[in-house]
């Protein structure tokens, strides 16, 4: 109903804005430019494409602007020197510091970016003089990332548009244009060594990329959900774990509970890393050499029994429910009815993940917790298998004492028929 009501709102105050000859913020594409109609014909590359990306999909195109919005001049005629006369405020190519003057011209005017869409930030700017390209472009340094180096100038796409060069899909291969080009990033540098060029080639093997893109789920992180859309900087000290922390909040509940909360500089980084994140796995716990806790922890200390502890711990539920489980197939592959057990064996497998996630907190006692329900889970299944094996195997000596019983029959009734008639 109240949808219905605001359509018709919608409708009525459309149709009177259309009556009173208003235009609607969100115009429609503005007619060539003069600017566009000479370039699109040029034949260098550089004067040609912006004019045709620009025709071809553009976002600010498509809300009504055109060339003179963001360099000036006289759209209106296609004489150069008139297009571009001192008196215009033709600004040519800009450049730097001037690339951020024209984008935010608009994208900080609260004002007038309310009219097209209310509910875009406007704080891209300020963002931006935050990260560590702002603060270099600021400096004078201009091989840094610009509002052109990610969404383009020309072309511009929304950011939700699969062809955009901000699309989650899409950023990695934005970002690593520089980060990955030893040649343009030679020089920089990142604690006294060179900064490193490998995060492209190391998120590519991460967890997260193969969740992003190998099972197209949206909710796994590329460059910007670490690093932020325009704040780009590393995480620093204590922030590394609030930012796996806005994905994995359980974990960094538990993680904020433990002693390597206090000490860890790097959070989470410290023992996952963070751009090629590898799937965990129970051989990471414990103490063998392969073990992570033993790079730090060593014979006897207390993070070495706690390692042993859970390892133990872990292992020892998750052995319980693969045995439960292979008596469970078995015996209802004899037929037996097992759904109710199959259901407790996924509650305890549960038990074993949230085993995992406590495991954060890196305190035995509340990890075995878990794991003892999780184990009282596994023997009542155990216990429900062990019933149904001995009534199977009641049932086998049974059917097998009534096929000896039927034999013993048969062999008698045959018996009888031969002493009644006697071979001749
Ligand atoms: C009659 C053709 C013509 C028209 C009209 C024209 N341009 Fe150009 N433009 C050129 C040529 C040719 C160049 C190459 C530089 C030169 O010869 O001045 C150029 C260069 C440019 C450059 C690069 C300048 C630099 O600093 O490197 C920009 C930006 C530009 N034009 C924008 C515009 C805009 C905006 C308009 C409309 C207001 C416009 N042009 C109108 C032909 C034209
Ligand atoms: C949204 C703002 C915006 C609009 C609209 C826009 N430009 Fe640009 N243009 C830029 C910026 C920023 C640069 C500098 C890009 C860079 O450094 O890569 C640029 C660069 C150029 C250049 C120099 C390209 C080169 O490689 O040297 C030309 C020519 C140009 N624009 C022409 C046009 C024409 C013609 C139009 C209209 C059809 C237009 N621009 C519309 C922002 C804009
Ligand atoms: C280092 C790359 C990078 C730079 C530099 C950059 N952006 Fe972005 N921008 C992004 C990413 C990534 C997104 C978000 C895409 C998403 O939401 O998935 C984004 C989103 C946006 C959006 C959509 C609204 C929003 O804030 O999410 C606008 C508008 C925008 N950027 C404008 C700008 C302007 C203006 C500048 C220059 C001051 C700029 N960007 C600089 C990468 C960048
Ligand atoms: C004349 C004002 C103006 C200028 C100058 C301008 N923009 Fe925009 N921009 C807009 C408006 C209005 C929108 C449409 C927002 C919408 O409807 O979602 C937009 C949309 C965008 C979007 C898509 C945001 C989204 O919702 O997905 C990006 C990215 C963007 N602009 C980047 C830039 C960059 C980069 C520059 C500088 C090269 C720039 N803009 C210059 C007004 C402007
Ligand atoms: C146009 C090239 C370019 C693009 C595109 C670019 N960057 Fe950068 N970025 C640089 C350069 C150059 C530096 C080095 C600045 C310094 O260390 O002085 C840098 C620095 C950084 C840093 C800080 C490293 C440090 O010194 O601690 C981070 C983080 C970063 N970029 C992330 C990103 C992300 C994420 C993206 C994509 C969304 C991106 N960058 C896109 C050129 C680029
Ligand atoms: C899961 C989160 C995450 C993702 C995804 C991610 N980063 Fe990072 N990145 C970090 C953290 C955390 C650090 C800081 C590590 C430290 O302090 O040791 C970092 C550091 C960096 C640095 C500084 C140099 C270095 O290697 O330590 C750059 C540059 C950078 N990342 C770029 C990127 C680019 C480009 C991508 C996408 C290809 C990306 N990151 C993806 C979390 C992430
Ligand atoms: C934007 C959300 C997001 C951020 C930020 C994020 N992750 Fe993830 N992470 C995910 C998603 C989604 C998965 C895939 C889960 C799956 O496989 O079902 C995942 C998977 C993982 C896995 C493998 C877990 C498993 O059960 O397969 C680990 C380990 C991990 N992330 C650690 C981190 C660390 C460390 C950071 C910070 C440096 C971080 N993540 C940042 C969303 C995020
Ligand atoms: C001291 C080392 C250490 C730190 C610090 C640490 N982890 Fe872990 N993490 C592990 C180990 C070991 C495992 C594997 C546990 C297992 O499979 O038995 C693991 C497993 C995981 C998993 C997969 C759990 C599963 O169900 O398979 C995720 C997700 C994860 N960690 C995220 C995080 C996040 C987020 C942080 C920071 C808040 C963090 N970890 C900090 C050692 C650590
Ligand atoms: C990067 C080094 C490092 C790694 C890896 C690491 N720890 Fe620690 N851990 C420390 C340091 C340092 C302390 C504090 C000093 C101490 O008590 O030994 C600590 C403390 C602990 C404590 C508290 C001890 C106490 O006395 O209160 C436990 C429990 C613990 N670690 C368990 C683990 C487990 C389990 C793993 C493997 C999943 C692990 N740690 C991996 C460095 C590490």
Not at 408 to 416: E, F, G, R
Request: aromatic letters at 4%; hydrophobic letters at 40%; one cysteine or more.
């Amino acid at each position: 109903m109240r949808t219905l009501i605001f359509r018709v709102f919608v409708a009525t105050a459309a149709a009177g804005w259309l009556l009173l000859g208003g235009t609607s913020a969100s115009a429609q594409p503005a007619p060539a430019t003069g600017c566009e109609t000479c370039h699109r014909n040029e034949q260098a590359p550089g004067l040609a494409a912006p004019a045709r990306d620009f025709t071809l999909s553009d976002v600010h195109r498509d809300r009504g602007f055109t060339c003179v919005d963001c360099h000036g001049g006289n759209g209106a005629t296609t004489d150069k020197a008139a297009a571009k006369a001192p008196a215009t405020g033709f600004r040519g190519k800009p450049s730097g510091q001037q690339v951020l003057a024209v984008c935010s011209r608009c994208h900080s005017d609260a004002a007038l970016m309310r009219k097209y869409a209310p509910r875009q930030r406007v704080d891209q700017e300020a963002e931006y003089a935050t990260s560590v390209h702002g603060q270099q472009l600021a400096k004078g340094d201009t091989k840094v990332a610009t509002c052109v180096s990610c969404h383009g100038a020309h072309g511009v796409r929304l950011v939700a548009d699969a062809q955009s060069p901000v699309y989650p899909l899409n950023v990695a291969a934005t970002c690593t244009t520089c980060h990955a080009n030893a040649g343009y990033m030679q020089g920089y540098t990142l604690n006294g060594g060179p900064l490193p060029i490998d995060q492209g080639a190391s998120y590519a093997k991460s967890v997260h990329h193969a969740a992003l893109v190998d099972r197209s789920d949206m909710s796994a992180p590329t460059c910007n959900d670490c690093h932020g859309n325009h704040g780009a900087a590393p995480p620093g000290v204590g922030a590394i774990t609030n930012v796996c922390g806005t994905c994995h909040t359980m974990f960094a509940t538990k993680f904020a509970l433990s002693t390597h909360s206090l000490i860890f500089e790097r959070g989470c980084v410290e023992c996952h890393s963070n751009h090629d994140i590898v799937q965990p796995t129970d051989a990471m716990l414990g103490t063998d050499q392969n073990a992570l806790c033993s790079t730090c922890h060593g014979d006897g200390d207390n993070g070495f029994k706690a390692a042993t502890a859970m390892h133990a711990g872990i292992e020892g539920l998750r052995g319980a429910i693969a045995e439960a489980q292979s008596r469970v197939v078995s015996v209802e592959n004899e037929g037996f009815e097992m759904g109710d057990q199959l259901l407790k064996l996924r509650e305890a497998a549960n038990h074993l993940t949230l085993s995992r996630t406590e495991m954060h907190a890196f305190d035995p006692a509340t990890v075995q917790t878990i794991l003892d329900e999780g184990m009282g889970l596994t023997a009542s299944v155990d216990q429900a298998a062990e019933s149904a094996e001995q009534e199977l195997s009641f049932r086998k000596t049974g059917l097998a004492i009534s096929l000896a019983a039927i034999l013993l029959v048969v062999v008698a009734l045959q018996l009888k028929i031969r002493s009644l008639h006697p071979p001749a």
